[in-house]
């Protein structure tokens, strides 16, 4: 795979994935979850080295399992238009993924409300991960008490709100994550929306980047302000709610054709997680298209961000 399709800096910027790595010059090394000590590096090429190196992982660690040409054929009209020139402009982007790492993808995105993700949210889950398992090690080997003994640490360091919210809900979190595998993603949205402060927002993240449904997208203050301005919403719209969402699926909810996550479906079917995706580096990062990047100012922000752990 040759480095000018992707971008894996900005790709893992975007990620949920982001805490399990570390950069390493021009190689991205995973520390923790499946596939420790494998290293993806990008000089010209694409070169992997390690145990991990499967086409699947490097499909899913780069975006690649996401096919856009394909799912932009099955957009119609503004949506297409719309979409269609994202992908062109943002060909480096895509959302790197784990259905391997389930809890790990759910502790980031449950630590992710309401703070600065790359500030605050990566070094807790670096600390909490560190903790819990030390490299080369996955934490699905690791028992519940085990499991909240690191949490319990990791609290103790930090005192994020965030944190002692994440040690009451723990043990839920662990099942539902557990239960990925055999379960449906609308089963798996519903049962971590009965989790305690847990919201639609990271059950929509939680499913886009562990892999499990492209269609699925957060709706995020990235998104609300992308739509709007692409001429996609207008104000009769609402957010979704997690009284509706634990109750019903999109099809049958009474607020489905107002809300704006069961829009954005119909929308963008397949493309709508790429789509939110963009809608954040476009906004978080204040771009308009890859040759934006300033890759300097990228390369010393996630070696601020993953090297120190």
Same mark, same amino acid.
């Given at each position: 795979m040759t480095a000018s399709y992707i971008n894996l800096d900005l790709t893992l910027y975007a990620s949920f994935s982001l805490p399990m790595f570390k950069k390493d010059g021009d190689c991205w090394i995973k520390v923790y979850g499946y596939g420790a000590g494998t290293s993806i590096c990008v000089d010209g090429n694409l070169k992997c080295h390690g145990i991990a190196c499967s086409? +699947?992982?490097l499909d899913y660690v780069t975006g690649s399992w996401i096919n856009k040409e394909r799912y932009l054929e099955e957009l119609e009209g503004l949506a297409r238009e719309v979409v269609e020139g994202l992908i062109k402009e943002f060909y480096c982007l895509s959302i790197?993924?784990?259905p391997w790492d389930t809890f790990?993808?759910?502790t980031a995105a449950f630590l992710s409300r309401n703070t600065d993700f790359h500030k605050n949210t990566v070094r807790w889950v670096k600390t909490f991960l560190r903790k819990?398992?030390?490299p080369k090690r996955?934490?699905?080997d690791q028992t519940v008490d085990q499991i909240a003994q690191a949490a319990?640490?990791?609290y103790r360091e930090f005192k994020s709100y965030q944190l002692l919210q994440f040690m009451e809900v723990l043990d839920k979190l662990i099942t539902v994550a557990r239960m990925v595998s055999t379960t449906s993603p609308s089963a798996t949205r519903r049962n971590l929306l009965k989790v305690k402060y847990l919201g639609p927002k990271v059950a929509d993240s939680f499913i886009l980047h562990s892999g499990l449904d492209t269609s699925r997208a957060p709706v995020d203050i990235h998104y609300m302000r992308f739509l709007k301005r692409s001429g996609f919403l207008g104000n009769e719209y609402i957010q979704p709610r997690k009284s509706y969402c634990t109750t019903y699926d999109c099809s049958t909810c009474p607020a489905s054709q107002k809300c704006v996550y069961a829009y954005t479906i119909r929308l963008f079917k397949n493309l709508n997680g790429f !789509? +939110? !995706?963009t809608a954040y580096i476009m906004d978080k990062l204040q771009i308009r298209r890859c040759e934006d990047v300033d890759e300097s100012k990228l390369k010393a922000l996630l070696d601020a961000? !993953? !090297?120190n752990f």
């Open positions: 086409s +699947q992982f790197s993924a784990s790990e993808i759910l819990l398992a030390g996955v934490s699905s319990v640490s990791v !789509t +939110q !995706t961000v !993953t !090297t």
